[in-house]
């Protein structure tokens, strides 16, 4: 069984741009969450998606968005991007009968 | 919201038994505690999970008290492999929150 993959694997771009990350979640999970995780420090929850829908976010600005599609894969989109955004961002799925996640390898991010 | 803190590191030989403790004051009364490990620029691996009293499998025991404000990871005979970040993850179903603890950086020296 494939685990949760993510796309790409690293990831560079300038100040201001746009950056778009990936994630293929477990078949047969429908829940997708995103975390940040900086250099050295812990994890920070940012987003949470199931059967479609934004459940929940964490404590970050609205240019970092989201969506997940009808095959439960999901993108994180980061808008107007900052040095602080460099960082490597993790991906996890879950699913019925398991309070838990399973994480991707995630996308390093360097904003330059 | 369940607030979770661990130790900031941990240092330990070859062979040795490890505990790393985490408390979760503020835990709800439906939440999981799941451990995991951490290597440098990797996504945390899945260690164990628990809702109380001990369980074991092939690597681990969790230990959690009856209040289950706390639980401790237990590593028998660690290896240099299990140098590593550990995270205690605290699961909330109800309010859709799930709070990882400050992590543990455990050294395994030779």
């Known amino acids: 069984e494939a685990g949760v993959t993510q796309s790409p694997t690293h990831l560079i771009k300038t100040r201001g741009q746009q950056a778009t990350l990936r994630c293929s979640p477990i078949?047969?999970?429908?829940?997708v969450y995103w975390y940040q995780q900086a250099l050295g420090l812990g994890l920070q929850f940012l987003l949470w998606y199931d059967e479609g829908e934004e459940r929940n976010r964490g404590n970050f600005p609205p240019r970092f968005s989201g969506r997940q599609f009808p095959n439960y894969s999901s993108e994180l989109n980061v808008n107007a991007l900052e040095l602080e955004d460099s960082a490597l961002y993790l991906c996890?799925?879950?699913?019925?009968?398991?309070?838990?996640?399973?994480f991707g390898s995630g996308t390093r991010l360097t904003v330059v | 919201l369940a607030k979770t803190t661990q130790p900031i590191s941990m240092d330990s030989y070859e062979g040795q038994e490890v505990n790393i403790t985490c408390s979760h004051n503020?835990?709800?009364?439906?939440?999981?505690i799941t451990w995991y490990q951490q290597f440098p620029s990797q996504g945390p691996r899945f260690i164990i999970q628990g809702y109380k009293t001990k369980v074991t499998n092939e690597v681990a025991s969790l230990f959690i008290p009856a209040d289950r404000k706390s639980s401790t990871l237990s590593l028998p005979r660690v290896s240099l492999s299990d140098t590593a970040v550990y995270y205690c993850?605290?699961?909330?179903?109800?309010?859709?929150?799930?709070?990882f603890g400050t992590g543990t950086r455990l050294q395994v020296f030779p």
């Open positions: 996890a799925s879950s699913g019925a009968g398991f309070y838990g996640y399973t």
């Open positions: 993850l605290v699961g909330d179903r109800n309010t859709d929150k799930l709070i």
């Open positions: 503020n835990i709800a009364t439906n939440d999981y």
């Open positions: 078949s047969g999970h429908t829940s």
